[in-house]
């Protein structure tokens, strides 16, 4: 663990959440303090199988830990007690939620179905009203314990964010979505009191869309996924992102099958907040490709401007 | 004599038309090379055996079969049938909103149009329309056979991605063994 250093006093940011935890202030203002000169190092487990073996991977490897511990809420067992020891241990949490599309129950092929009528999902008293409230209180249940325990998460609730791409959420209307986002936000904080959430938006490979952009009002971070070969550290896809979010917004890159290198990113290049190297891309051959390799992997996190979990200040 | 000599000009005939087919298939794999964005690097065939993909592995035996069960599209083109550009205009225009009419679309195209560039990319829209039609196991079995036409083509990696990599439904999911959300099921709980 490094040295403290994640207190939000004399920070000059806040999460969005008028309420939000002590701790969801002091990682915030963390992530606002290093974004533009260091990149945190971040890996999605493998929720439906073996989770511990992606972080295991850079143990052995490298001899330290992701900044960064990617979950889904799409597997509920052990997502949260997962997410709370990694926080006990120095880490951070960043979940999503492969949720199925109201009023189908959450599995994988669900989340790329289809709401018949999008503008229901936020109308009292319809189904998939009711469905989508059934989803975010199962959510909120798993959020408050982290809130409990005081972790904070960077939530991505909605992720790879396309026009008309594969995820439910991606299949309405520029207005629609941001109608889905803000309800999803207010229901959350006000209605279930969460208020340890970094409420993160992630668009898709098309790029990031001004018109599904709910505004800083809404948002903590603002990010982008891309599964590109070749061209790290993908310096378009930055700033096409940067182009909607803006200058100030940090921008995570929450989803990559390759680890941009951090000597290409840095000073202006391509300055991403974090990565998120996909689960298992960081040492099997998916889709035929190598994305990472072990020496790749050992320069990431051998530069300089990477932080690793044992390079984290005190955020509690 | 003239059963023989029409038995021979059917042999050569169907000969012919096996070898002109053969060489089809193996353009088509060549032009899925060259990716219909530019942006893809020539690959390997993908890994399907990979450990990371069981459902792959699973379904990679059933694939053949659900392929064939699949309706043939007509072999018969009337004479103004739209051309392959046009067809490719009102996929995209559709963006899979109407899966009956995209599936259609994509496969009668495929079949008049199979050694195209574009074909990878219809392949993408047929298995997009057969998820959205719910058949399942269908576009598993469609997403499969495009590793093996189309390797280091982005729609196939796109297809691979989304379809390949995550088990469409699993044990470990909140919802597994129901089909709404609010239907009594296997309780859902956390840790």
């Not at chain 2, 399907?48 to 059933?62: C, D, G, K």
């Not at chain 2, 053949?64 to 049938?81: F, M």
């Not at chain 2, 063994?177 to 859902?188: C, I, M, W």
Request: overall charge neutral; aromatic content about 10%; charged content about 20%.
């Amino acid at each position: 663990m490094g040295s403290s250093g994640g207190s939000s006093s004399g920070c000059n940011t806040a999460p969005i959440d008028p309420s939000a935890t002590q701790q969801a202030k002091n990682l915030l203002c963390y992530l606002y303090s290093v974004y533009g000169s260091k990149v945190l190092s971040g890996q999605q487990e493998t929720s439906w199988s073996n989770p511990q073996a992606d972080i295991d991977y850079y143990v052995s490897t490298v001899g330290k830990h992701p900044a960064i511990l990617g979950g889904d809420y799409l597997y509920p067992n052990g997502t949260t007690s997962r997410a709370q020891a990694y926080w006990a241990a120095g880490g951070i949490s960043m979940m999503r939620y492969h949720m199925g599309a109201p009023p189908l129950s959450d599995t994988y092929d669900n989340s790329k179905g289809t709401v018949a009528n999008f503008d229901e999902l936020t109308k009292p008293g319809t189904a998939v009203n009711s469905s989508l409230n059934s989803k975010l209180d199962y959510l909120a249940v798993e959020l408050e314990k982290l809130q409990d325990a005081n972790v904070p998460v960077i939530l991505v609730i909605y992720h790879e964010v396309d026009k008309y791409a594969w995820f439910w959420w991606s299949k309405g209307t520029g207005p629609q979505f941001i109608t889905l986002w803000k309800y999803t936000v207010d229901y959350m904080i006000k209605t279930k009191g969460i208020h340890n959430v970094l409420w993160t938006l992630g668009f898709g490979h098309d790029g990031a869309l001004s018109d599904y952009n709910p505004g800083k009002s809404y948002l903590d971070l603002g990010g982008i996924d891309q599964y590109d070969k070749g061209s790290q550290p993908f310096v378009n896809l930055y700033t096409g992102t940067k182009s909607v979010f803006g200058s100030t917004l940090p921008i995570p890159l929450h989803e990559t099958g390759t680890i941009p290198q951090p000597k290409d990113m840095f000073p202006d290049k391509a300055p991403w907040l974090l990565w998120n190297v996909w689960a298992t891309y960081q040492n099997t051959d998916a889709e035929g490709y190598t994305w990472n390799t072990p020496d790749t992997i050992k320069t990431a996190y051998a530069d300089s401007h990477t932080v690793t979990r044992e390079a984290l200040p005190n955020l509690k | 004599m003239r059963r023989q000599i029409l038995g021979t000009v059917a042999f050569l005939a169907l000969t012919a038309t096996l070898l002109l087919e053969l060489r089809g298939r193996a353009d088509v794999r060549k032009s899925a090379r060259v990716d219909p964005k530019g942006a893809a690097p020539i690959d390997p065939v993908p890994a399907l055996a990979s450990p990371t993909t069981p459902v792959a592995l699973r379904l990679l035996n059933e694939a053949p079969k659900l392929i064939e069960a699949r309706p043939a599209a007509s072999p018969l083109v009337a004479p103004s049938a739209p051309s392959e550009s046009n067809l490719m205009a009102e996929l995209r225009d559709l963006r899979a909103t109407e899966p009956t009419r995209t599936l259609e679309l994509a496969r009668a195209a495929n079949q008049r149009f199979s050694r195209s560039p574009d074909a990878p990319e219809r392949s993408w829209y047929i298995v997009r329309a057969l998820l959205d039609l719910d058949r399942r196991d269908e576009a598993r079995a469609e997403a499969l056979q495009m590793q093996r036409d189309y390797p280091g083509s982005t729609w196939s990696e796109d297809i691979y991605r989304h379809v390949l990599v995550n088990p469409g439904t699993h044990p470990a999911e909140r919802g597994y063994g129901t089909t709404y959300e609010l239907e009594r099921g296997p309780a859902a709980t956390g840790n």
